[in-house]
């Protein structure tokens, strides 16, 4: 199992470029599977679940051919579909959880889906249920072999239909969507998800000759057309990455210039983070963080204690609150952090509290972190990445502390930051990558 083994303490200084959007590259990747014709995608990121995807979809029989750079295309005109029953199916699909985007398009054109119980980030239960309720609102009948933990889809006529969704799902949203671009007549999905992937999957499919209007809020028009061409796709910066390097920025008391970052669609991440008194510089399309020696939480205006939680977009993405509760870590001040939509992502700060951090858990939805202020240096422990965000905290401690630390696991971290090691080396950090 491979290790980082980071020596903390340094201030970093440079530039960094932003990978292409993870969960947007998960939602685009499976959307190829719409059409027979040629997709070109620009800006792919080069990390395991996106890497992962591509090759389940090219042993599905998906021609993909790696340009380089970022850039891949990809031809689905020889669909096949036996390969959705064999064991190396379920045991691709089910390393991921953007694999249960290919149930949307396959439904669409092939008329029936399988999928075994997905995988990704065990942050708490991850039901599939708005997935499924909006798939059978469309015409399509289920089955769920709860031993074998598998799902079959069949649907001989897929047709527009209202539907009101239980939650915004963002994956949810996508499979959705993608099910009803070519379902006959006319699809409203309202409390649909809105975050960044899904306004930039609507207007791929759109190039593809979809029909859809409402692009970017949560009520969705989708008048199904007959077919869909191939189009060229470019990826949205990845905004959880920027907002995991103003992070450790903040952290580390480095300057960091963080490149081309589509300010426009950013929503409510740099104002978040100036709530816990970083100075966050827009200059252009770039971001600048000064190396900051002090920085102090804001109260409310009554003078109480903020609290910072996660709530579908436009709202606060949940996938960067364990970045914002390490970085309050060494801010002066106090604020409560609330993860609402998982149950079991803030576990992870018992290795934070170990570092000399000063945090409470008051219950597995919210913590309280009392800033140190920079009085002393976190301690470098040893430690486990549970989880793609908490791993890169973890690593963001892990830089600021004293001593060398070590972090396991890393392939957790590997699942959504690309190269992350020698992008971080390269602007003076000192991570060792062990395998
Ligand atoms: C591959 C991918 O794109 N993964 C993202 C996607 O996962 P994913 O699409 O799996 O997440 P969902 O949007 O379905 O929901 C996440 C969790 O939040 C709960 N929930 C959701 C909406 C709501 O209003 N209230 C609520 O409590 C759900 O019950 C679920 O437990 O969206 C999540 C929420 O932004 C992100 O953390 C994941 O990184
Ligand atoms: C939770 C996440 O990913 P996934 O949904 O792929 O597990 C994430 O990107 O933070």
């Avoid at 959504?416 to 390269?426: F, S, T, V």
């Amino acid at each position: 199992m491979s290790t980082f083994k980071i020596k903390g303490g340094y201030q970093l200084r440079g530039e960094l470029t932003p990978q292409g959007a993870k969960n947007e590259a998960l939602q685009v990747v499976c959307a190829v599977l719409l059409t027979p014709e040629k997709v070109t995608l620009h800006n792919l990121p080069d990390i395991r679940d996106v890497n992962f995807l591509i090759d389940l979809l090219e042993e599905l029989g998906v021609k993909v051919n790696r340009l380089g750079n970022g850039t891949v295309e990809f031809t689905s005109d020889e669909i096949n579909l036996e390969y959705l029953q064999s064991e190396q199916f379920k045991t691709r699909a089910a390393s991921l959880r953007g694999s249960v985007m290919i149930m949307g398009p396959l439904l669409s054109r092939f008329k029936k889906a399988y999928m075994p119980k997905p995988g990704g980030d065990k942050i708490g239960p991850r039901p599939l249920d708005t997935h499924f309720l909006g798939f059978s609102k469309l015409g399509a009948t289920f089955s769920y072999d709860a031993k074998a933990g598998f799902y079959t889809l069949k649907a001989d006529n897929l047709e527009g239909k209202y539907l009101l969704l239980d939650e915004p799902s963002v994956t949810g949203t996508a499979n959705i969507l993608m099910t009803a671009v070519m379902a006959k007549g006319k699809t409203t999905i309202y409390n649909a998800a809105c975050e960044p992937y899904l306004q930039q999957l609507c207007l791929m499919l759109i190039s593809m000759g979809a029909k859809i209007t409402g692009v970017g809020s949560n009520l969705l028009n989708i008048e199904g057309v007959t077919e869909l061409g191939g189009c060229t796709h470019t990826l949205l910066p990845d905004f959880i990455e920027i907002g995991s390097f103003i992070g450790l920025a903040a952290m580390t008391q480095s300057e960091i210039t963080i490149k081309d970052c589509r300010i426009d669609m950013l929503g409510r991440i740099p104002e978040t983070f100036r709530r816990l008194g970083i100075q966050v510089e827009i200059k252009g399309d770039n971001i600048f963080i000064p190396s900051q020696t002090k920085y102090e939480i804001q109260r409310m205006i009554d003078g109480s204690i903020p609290t910072i939680y996660d709530a579908p977009w436009p709202g606060f993405t949940p996938d960067l609150l364990s970045i914002i509760l390490v970085t309050a870590i060494q801010a002066s001040g106090t604020v409560l952090i609330h993860q609402k939509m998982f149950d079991s992502r803030l576990f992870f700060i018992d290795r934070l509290k170990d570092m000399g951090a000063q945090i409470i858990l008051c219950d597995p939805h919210r913590a309280t972190v009392i800033g140190i202020n920079r009085e002393y240096k976190l301690r470098a422990t040893s430690m486990s990445s549970p989880d793609i965000r908490a791993g890169v905290a973890l690593l963001i401690a892990a830089l600021s502390a004293e001593g060398t630390s070590t972090i396991s696991n890393i392939h957790q971290i590997d699942r959504g930051y690309q190269y992350i090691d020698k992008r971080l080396n390269a602007i003076g950090a000192n991570i060792v990558r062990e395998d």
